[in-house]
């Protein structure tokens, strides 16, 4: 999506943390998703945000500001496992609430 | 099935050809999506369907793209004379909600990876 940015690629240390942030510009703003994709594999849901703030959920956690059109995704504790891609997604009334996808963020987490 | 199943999950075809992608979504889904996904890149809309009908198919490359689906079930993704831009992951989501209310999450298929030689 055009108008939804993510960093291309991220990489970072087995238990440490990181934070993937995504900005959208929208007109009508009716939610925001992460979703995590393993190569080769199908996305899979992590977070929904609608309203300002932190959802927290395990090891992961996704803050929203949607006056600064902003979110992250923050992972805590890395895992080998948690290499992936991660897809940020908004849902907004001038993207005719399709579920709009940035390009995703690679990320590599080293031992 | 428990989850959105996908076929083939893999497609060699040469250029010209015709592909049919297949996606049967979660029962009881109303809403199902259709999106690409080139190598590296990330997810493009391709067509949205309510029900069986497709109120938005503004992401569709060209007219040798079309895709029905028969009432809230089976969906095809037809690629007519195909070309090696087509080459690509088509992945199928479906969820339980419509869009414009309580946008629901989406349930993604595993793919279909078509290659055009």
């Known amino acids: 999506g055009q108008n939804i940015d993510q960093p291309t690629e991220m990489t970072a240390t087995e238990g440490a943390i990181v934070q993937i942030n995504c900005t959208y510009q929208t007109s009508g703003f009716n939610g925001l998703f992460w979703y995590q994709q393993h190569a080769g594999e199908a996305p899979t849901f992590l977070s929904y945000n609608v309203l300002d703030g932190l959802e927290e959920k395990g090891r992961f956690s996704s803050f929203l500001s949607r006056s600064k059109g902003y979110s992250y995704l923050l992972l805590k504790e890395l895992q080998m496992k948690d290499s992936a891609s991660y897809l940020c997604?908004?849902?907004?009334?001038?993207?005719?609430?399709?579920?709009?996808f940035g390009r995703g963020t690679s990320l590599i987490v080293h031992p | 099935g428990a989850g959105v199943s996908q076929s083939p999950s893999n497609k060699v075809t040469e250029k010209g050809k015709d592909v049919e992608l297949r996606c049967d979504p979660i029962?009881?889904?109303?809403?199902l999506y259709w999106y690409r996904q080139r190598l590296g890149q990330g997810l493009e809309f391709l067509i949205y369907?309510?029900?069986?009908?497709?109120?938005?198919k503004s992401g569709l490359p060209s007219d040798r793209f079309s895709a029905e689906r028969t009432g809230e079930s089976v969906s095809t993704l037809t690629i007519q004379r195909t070309q090696q831009e087509d080459s690509a992951v088509y992945l199928c989501?479906?969820?339980?909600?419509?869009?414009?209310?309580?946008?629901?999450?989406?349930?993604f298929g595993e793919g279909s990876r078509l290659t055009v030689l």
């Open positions: 989501a479906s969820s339980r909600w419509a869009r414009g209310l309580d946008t629901g999450e989406l349930f």
């Open positions: 369907f309510q029900g069986n009908s497709a109120p938005d």
């Open positions: 997604a908004v849902s907004a009334w001038d993207l005719s609430y399709i579920p709009t």
């Open positions: 029962s009881g889904h109303t809403a």
